[in-house]
């Protein structure tokens, strides 16, 4: 392949899944600077009470940004790009289904995000309404300025992203599976991605839908969220929250993937509960469609509604469950090596646990009522999203490094980077659940003085997690440069996983397999 | 968890909530439910907790150790869907007692109409003609007040922990909440959606006093502000 084109114009150009992978991953890193520094200038703010570091209108604008990036551009991508760099590794095929439009799937992101950093700069600034953009709030009458504009047109440019890639990864998986591999045989990130796509598919149109309302009534005073006009803001939060509450599960399911391929690497013991796991990702993937009004306890919807998602939250916690025993199963009378992708692992495990829970409390209305939209709903969020998701991605980090780039990140570096970021994670967080039960609301700039301890030990918490994450990219860095070479298997997965990604050089060749394989 | 927080970081005033001071039977009610369903949940984080490092400290690699080999058990996995399912199914009893409580108030003693504003409530009392805003709101001790809430403008949500009260107000729609205090006292909150640049300011005060001191603060409010003969009636 000689005639590739090299350095910049290659990289503009590739249809290649594995560089679009590598591209959606470099994309979410960067991403996640923003994001990370967005969140430091809000934690700089909160670090004590009455502070002036930010005014109230950059304060919200901040917040909404921190949570769009973190979710639209940081999360969503990160996930796709391991998604496109190993599903085709791991299935067997030589690419993705549709390499051009998996192209045109990353590409769509840029302007996206050109619209979100953009958006600052605009008269008025960024949208201030939340990375919930709750109406009336987000509309013409009270966020008047071109921010919420371009929030909707960027959050569009992303989803019309998610859906073409859904589509690419549901056709790659369903079509180019090797002979021989059945859907039992599929890896378990293969098939977390397969229900994954389907829930993008499935929830993001709706997205799309609220979003061109939103966008209408903005524009063209049509009333679809306007009382006046028989219009209503509740309908604006059943819509959003009916795409917004599968995306957690499109956030996670995939990290569950990746963590169901490391935990029996690192313990040289095969996942343990194989089609349990898989039942369990299809269950969470159909019932996180019909727990969506959990997020709308307070608002004032019909009490049978409150009964109806309450029951529900509590019975997808049910295959939650199922698969954090399945993990403890799957380590239990191993031989554990603690690398760090291991450690990453085994910490989002202990995590997200507590993000379970935390969500379980959540069903109980009596209790939900309480802390939704305090701090407590801040700190279940991150325990999900940061503890869950990031671990797992970051775990993937540390495994995956080495193929894709061939060679090992220094897992000294590594470990000190584990500890900051684990401790940093629960300094900055577990307060936060006592802050919300004792009455601190969240998306505040500022706060009544007695909520001010537990906020300086929070952000105090963010100190230790910018080191973890700067020590990240140094060490990125550095192995790219000087790193030690990786071999085709270096955690020695492949004679017992049997894991394709496991079975070709580091990196793959260009396409990956030259003779496909056959699986037995 | 909780309960080590508790005796750390709190300031010179101290906060109420409906967890460590709940004030009034809804607020107590709410706090038990939450206390129940904690008894359920917190065994199984627990035990993961403790299975997890258990199994990081027992399984850890030793040269020439052999893996185990297992990787299904049937038996197993079925107890750990039922009794995680089982443990909800009753959870979920006191859980609808709690929401039925919180849905359907007794015999109300006064209805106060809570409106909000960016970035103020107003506060009005059909029954006697009162109406104000930006000021605290007053109710009679140890009597149920239920409230209806409506928006001006964008949604906001009217919270005092102490009460165990939080409810989202929206325009163009009327919601409902109720509780009641038993103590005279000051009760603080804040609203608990984002409503715009200074919901962080969007404080609320609630000022129980007795059965004697609100007769003769309803007086006094209409002699400063007679009825206008517009206000609504909820």
Known sequence: MSDRPKGIVHWLTTTDHKDIGILYLVTSLFMAVFGGSFAGLLRAQLSAANLKVLNPDLYNQFLSMHGTVMIFFVIIPALAGFGNYFVPLLVGARDMAFPKLNALSYWLVIPAAGLMFGSFFVQGGAAQAGWTGYVPLASRQFSGTAGVDMWILGLHLVGLSSILGAINFLVTIINMRAPGMGYFKMPLFVWTWFVNATLILFATPVL????????????????????????????????????????????????????????????????????????????????????????????????????????????????TGVKIFSWLATIWGGQIRFSVAMKFALGFIALF????????TLAVVPFDVQVHDSYYVVAHLHYVLFGGSVMALLAGVFFWFPKMSGR???????????????????ITFLPMHWLGIVGMA??????????????????????????????????????????????????????????????????????????????? | MLLGFAAFGWADEPITNWLTNPEGPLARTIRSNFYFSMAAFLPFLLLSEVLLVYAIFRFKAKPGGQAATFHENLRLEILWTV??????????????????????????????????HQFF?????????????????????????????????????????????????????????????????????????????????????????????FEQWILEKKGIAPPDGTMENQ
């Open chain 2, 83 to 116: 009794i995680p399912a089982l443990t909800l199914a009753i959870t979920a009893i006191p859980t609808y007692k709690t929401m039925r409580a919180m849905e359907v108030p007794p015999k109300s003693d006064l209805v106060v109409a809570v409106i909000g």
């Open chain 1, 353 to 360: 646990v507590m993000g379970g829970i935390s969500g379980l």
């Open chain 1, 442 to 520: 969240r998306r505040i700039y500022t706060y009544r003085p007695e909520f001010e301890f537990w906020n300086q030990v929070a952000s105090f918490g963010y100190i230790l997690l910018f080191a973890g994450g700067m020590l990240l990219l140094y060490n990125m860095f550095k192995t790219l440069r000087k790193g030690e070479r990786a071999a085709d298997d270096p955690w020695g997965a492949y004679p017992l996983q049997r894991t394709l990604d496991w079975s070709v050089s580091s990196p793959p060749p260009v396409e990956n397999f030259a003779k496909i394989p056959e699986i037995v």
């Open chain 1, 208 to 319: 799309a839908g609220a979003l061109t309302m939103a966008l209408t009534d903005r524009a063209f005073g049509t009333g679809f969220f306007r009382p006046s006009e028989g219009g209503d803001p509740l309908l604006w939060q059943h819509l959003f929250w009916f795409y917004s509450h599968p995306a957690v599960y499109i956030m996670v399911l995939p990290g569950m993937g990746i963590v169901s391929h490391i935990l029996p690497a690192f313990s040289s013991k095969k996942i343990f509960g194989y089609k349990g796991i898989v039942y369990a990702t299809a269950a969470i993937g159909v019932i996180g469609f019909m727990v969506w009004a959990h997020h709308m306890f307070t608002s004032g919807i019909d009490p049978r509604l409150r009964a109806f998602f309450a029951f529900m939250t509590m019975v997808i916690a049910v295959p």
């Open chain 1, 408 to 426: 090992i990140l220094d897992e000294k570096l590594g470990n000190v980077i584990f500890w900051l970021i684990f401790l940093g994670m629960n």
């Open chain 2, 121 to 213: 409530w107003e506060y009005r009392y059909p029954k006697y003609g009162v109406q104000f805003a930006e000021e605290a709101m007053v109710v009679p001790a140890g009597k149920v007040i239920t409230l209806n809430l409506s928006s001006v403008d964008v949604v906001h949500s009217w919270w005092v922990p102490a009460f165990g009260v939080k409810q989202d107000a929206n325009p163009g729609r009327i919601t409902h909440a109720w509780f009641q205090a038993d103590n005279p006292g000051r009760y603080k909150g804040q609203c608990a959606e984002l409503c715009g640049k200074l919901h962080a300011k969007m404080y609320i005060d609630v000022r129980v006093v007795t059965p004697e001191e």
